[in-house]
Each structure stands twice: as C-alpha cells, then as structure tokens.
Nanobody, 124 residues
Framework: QVQLVESGGGLVRAGGSLRLSCAAS????????MAWFRQAPSQERQFVAA????????FYADSVKGRFTISRDNAKKLVYLQMNSLKPEDTAVYYC?????????????????WGQGTQVTVSS
C-alpha cells in the first residue's frame, strides 16, 4: 500500500515556476514508478511525466517536454515536479500517482495509487 500527499501548488504568472512535491508512505517506495497527471475542468486526466523506481528512466508528455522535470528522492520518499516557463494552459489540478513496475504507457488506469491533488493556476 502506498499513500500519496501532494503539495506546492498555487497561483503563478505565466513564465513563472513552481515545484510540486509528493510525499509517499510505504516501505518499498523504490519499487514504484511514480507519475504526475493533471486534470483541468471538464477535461480528462492527462499524463504529464513519469519516473522509474530507481530514477534512471523518465518520460514526458510532449506539451511539457523541456519545461518540466520529474525527479525523486528515494531516501526521503519524495517525488518532485519542477515546472518552469508555465503557461495558462498548464492550469489544472495536479495529481501524483504510483504503480508497481515501470511502463512507458501513460494511461491513468495503469496507476493504482493516487494523491488528492494540488491546484496549479497560471495567470496570463
């Protein structure tokens, strides 16, 4: 079992930066691939980025590639999403998710554990 708690959301102007954090519980954190998803009002949940259990593999949605960076600290059981050059279209609730094992498939249904989400609002 893994429990996830996100933090770090807020209101920022376009072009600004935010760093989201996701704190995980559980004894085998490094066995879990971690990901960030986001959901804007009236839209489906959308993949943002993922990182393997060791941190050695990452991949990103095209919409955030070059602007966002996912990382993890397994000793502290934390996952981060550094978001730079933010745009109004990045506005959404951002969710941290976990799954056992690595996959390049970005489908939300493959992740069994989810946090409650943190709101990110980017003003123009």
């Amino acid at each position: 079992q893994v429990q996830l708690v996100e933090s770090g959301g807020g209101l920022v102007r376009a072009g600004g930066s935010l760093r989201l954090s996701c704190a995980a519980s559980g004894r085998t954190f490094d066995s879990y691939a971690m990901a960030w998803f986001r959901q804007a009002p009236s839209q489906e949940r959308q993949f943002v980025a993922a990182i393997s259990g060791s941190g050695g593999a990452t991949f990103y949605a095209d919409s955030v590639k070059g602007r966002f960076t996912i990382s993890r600290d397994n000793a502290k059981k934390l996952v981060y999403l550094q978001m730079n050059s933010l745009k109004p279209e990045d506005t959404a609730v951002y969710y941290c998710a976990a799954r056992l094992g690595w996959t390049y498939n970005p489908a939300p249904r493959l992740y069994g554990y989810w946090g409650q989400g943190t709101q990110v609002t980017v003003s123009s």
